[in-house]
């Protein structure tokens, strides 16, 4: 991000906070509870959402070498992600050609130069094609050379592996686009990863991932003494979102140089990439997360971290534990709220849940949720 626009983002969020408010709806919203607990509604979401638009799959930061490998079930299909011999991301289905096994176990790996069935020992390349079939003389000849694994098609950008259903990445992006490019994604490399499966639908865990109402209370003992209580700086970037979380230090700006100025230093930038994707930039390293339903309450969380280079010395590898630790009990935080909301939602409690005019993440995310259903 260009430092003019960093200067703007610091400038209005300490307006914010000089006048003890933050950004606000014109009103309340309220929202039917069975969107979180009926399952034609969640068939409807992952029929027009999750199979229509690009979707992120996962950080590009692990599959840099050849063999690099990564598998992916949230969309329903078991999908393996891999760099074949020239350095492309190739995307497949996870099944055997002989008789619909699963190829890869395991979310990430190498391979040295190819994939070995564990069911019979059929071989593929990294480029998809069949390699080798034991006992070959019992198949048609010619088989190997006509079989290769189901391409899945996925496209690289941002510093994250897509899938590629059709429609324009840039055009589906809009304005976000050009500032996702200014932060130079692509040239992060791996930190951390983590992978939870929480039981909530999985829009409650997008509500709690870009709104800060709920953190002096839900995170009072680990990042909500560091951060300004209820003050987010909100963008819309339809039907994506930008969100400013700024740091206590951040006051420190009114008294330096706007050119020393510096927003990751003071804020977290926060993006909700539509649908059920997160991306957070920070002093410390950026921070990836997907969300996709498995059930109606249950969800696939996963969360990868990536930083300027692969932790070396004996400081960055503590310092890299301290902040997955740090980030891991956090969401556990969360989980444990969304996963009680999920059971009072389901209990008859409530026929609507109510979002304040601050909660404007939330609102705004299924404003648009609304638009692209009814598509």
Same mark, same amino acid.
């Given at each position: 991000?260009?430092?003019?626009?960093?200067?703007?983002?610091?400038?209005?969020?300490?307006?914010?906070?000089?006048?003890?408010?933050?950004?606000?709806?014109?009103?309340?919203?309220?929202?039917?509870?069975?969107?979180?607990?009926?399952?034609?509604?969640?068939?409807?979401?992952?029929?027009?959402?999750?199979?229509?638009?690009?979707?992120? !799959?996962?950080?590009?930061?692990?599959?840099?070498?050849?063999?690099?490998?990564? *598998? /992916?079930?949230?969309?329903? @299909? $078991?999908? +393996?992600?891999?760099?074949?011999?020239?350095?492309?991301?190739?995307?497949?289905?996870?099944?055997?050609?002989?008789?619909?096994?699963?190829?890869?176990?395991?979310?990430?790996?190498?391979?040295?130069?190819?994939?070995?069935?564990?069911?019979?020992?059929?071989?593929?390349?990294?480029?998809?094609?069949?390699?080798?079939?034991?006992?070959?003389?019992?198949?048609?000849?010619?088989?190997?050379?006509?079989?290769?694994?189901?391409?899945?098609?996925?496209?690289?950008?941002?510093?994250?592996?897509?899938?590629?259903?059709?429609?324009?990445?840039?055009?589906?992006?809009?304005?976000?686009?050009?500032?996702?490019?200014?932060?130079?994604?692509?040239?992060?490399?791996?930190?951390?990863?983590?992978?939870?499966?929480?039981?909530?639908?999985?829009? !409650?865990?997008?509500?709690?991932?870009?709104?800060?109402?709920?953190?002096?209370? *839900? /995170?009072?003992?680990?990042? @909500? $003494?560091? +951060?300004?209580?209820?003050?987010?700086?909100?963008?819309?970037?339809?039907?994506?979102?930008?969100?400013?979380?700024?740091?206590?230090?951040?006051?420190?700006?009114?008294?330096?140089?706007?050119?020393?100025?510096?927003?990751?230093?003071?804020?977290?930038?926060?993006?909700?990439?539509?649908?059920?994707?997160?991306?957070?930039?920070?002093?410390?390293?950026?921070?990836?997360?997907?969300?996709?339903?498995?059930?109606?309450?249950?969800?696939?969380?996963?969360?990868?971290?990536?930083?300027?280079?692969?932790?070396?010395?004996?400081?960055?590898?503590?310092?890299?534990?301290?902040?997955?630790?740090?980030?891991?009990?956090?969401?556990?935080?969360?989980?444990?709220?969304?996963?009680?909301?999920?059971?009072?939602?389901?209990?008859?409690?409530?026929?609507?849940?109510?979002?304040?005019?601050?909660?404007?993440?939330?609102?705004?995310? /299924?404003?648009?949720?609304?638009?692209?259903?009814?598509?």
């Amino acid at each position: 991000m260009k430092h003019a626009e960093q200067v703007t983002l610091i400038r209005r969020t300490l307006d914010l906070i000089q006048r003890r408010t933050t950004d606000m709806d014109a009103e309340p919203e309220q929202r039917p509870v069975d969107i979180y607990t009926s399952p034609t509604r969640l068939e409807r979401e992952r029929g027009q959402l999750f199979q229509r638009y690009p979707i992120v !799959l996962t950080s590009a930061a692990l599959l840099q070498r050849p063999g690099d490998y990564v *598998t /992916h079930d949230g969309l329903g @299909a $078991p999908i +393996l992600l891999c760099v074949d011999k020239e350095g492309q991301i190739r995307g497949f289905l996870n099944v055997c050609r002989h008789r619909g096994a699963r190829l890869l176990d395991g979310p990430t790996g190498v391979a040295r130069s190819s994939f070995t069935c564990p069911f019979h020992g059929w071989t593929y390349g990294l480029d998809g094609k069949l390699l080798h079939v034991p006992h070959a003389y019992g198949f048609a000849e010619g088989h190997c050379e006509r079989t290769a694994l189901t391409p899945f098609p996925v496209r690289v950008k941002f510093g994250m592996v897509w899938t590629d259903p059709g429609p324009d990445l840039d055009a589906f992006l809009g304005p976000l686009a050009q500032e996702l490019a200014g932060w130079n994604l692509s040239r992060l490399q791996p930190a951390y990863q983590l992978t939870f499966s929480p039981n909530a639908n999985w829009k !409650l865990l997008m509500e709690v991932a870009f709104e800060v109402y709920h953190f002096r209370k *839900t /995170h009072a003992q680990t990042i @909500a $003494p560091w +951060l300004h209580d209820n003050i987010a700086l909100h963008d819309d970037f339809y039907p994506h979102q930008r969100m400013i979380v700024p740091r206590n230090r951040i006051n420190a700006c009114l008294d330096r140089d706007p050119a020393s100025w510096d927003l990751l230093s003071v804020a977290n930038v926060v993006y909700l990439i539509f649908p059920n994707t997160v991306l957070m930039l920070r002093e410390g390293p950026t921070i990836l997360q997907t969300v996709f339903p498995s059930s109606l309450d249950r969800t696939l969380w996963r969360t990868w971290a990536s930083a300027a280079r692969v932790p070396q010395t004996e400081r960055e590898v503590r310092h890299t534990r301290a902040d997955r630790e740090s980030f891991e009990t956090t969401l556990d935080e969360d989980f444990r709220r969304v996963t009680s909301i999920q059971s009072g939602l389901r209990s008859g409690a409530n026929q609507v849940v109510t979002f304040g005019r601050f909660e404007l993440g939330p609102i705004r995310f /299924h404003r648009a949720l609304d638009d692209f259903l009814a598509r």
